[in-house]
């Protein structure tokens, strides 16, 4: 099984190293509902709540945002240039070490 290692910081500012499958089509949101990690994902990950917007803190590159993630996003609070949906980032081996901070709750 391949891992990647995602860091997440949480809304107190305490970071949490998370070792997550990329052979099992998770995503961000997943991972942290996994670990127990303070996120909703109240809409299942299909881009429509916000509840799992999170900041990306390192130079990851990531795959362009979608339409509905930017719609999305037009609508919650919080947001900053940094801004995605954990729903919208898929676990793969390009996104390993990456850092997010999850945003304030709305």
Do not use: W
């Amino acid at each position: 099984m391949n891992e990647i290692t995602v860091t997440i910081i949480d809304r107190e500012g305490e970071s949490h190293e998370l070792v997550g499958p990329t052979d099992m089509n998770m995503n961000i949101m997943e991972l942290c509902k996994a670990y127990e990690l303070p996120v909703l994902g109240e809409c299942g990950g299909m881009a429509m709540c916000a509840t799992c917007q999170c900041y990306l803190e390192s130079e990851t590159a990531l795959a362009e945002q979608s339409d509905a993630e930017l719609d999305m996003l037009d609508q919650a609070f919080h947001v900053k240039n940094n801004s995605r949906l954990g729903c919208q980032i898929q676990l793969s081996d390009e996104i390993d070490g990456i850092v997010l901070r999850l945003a304030p709750e709305a």
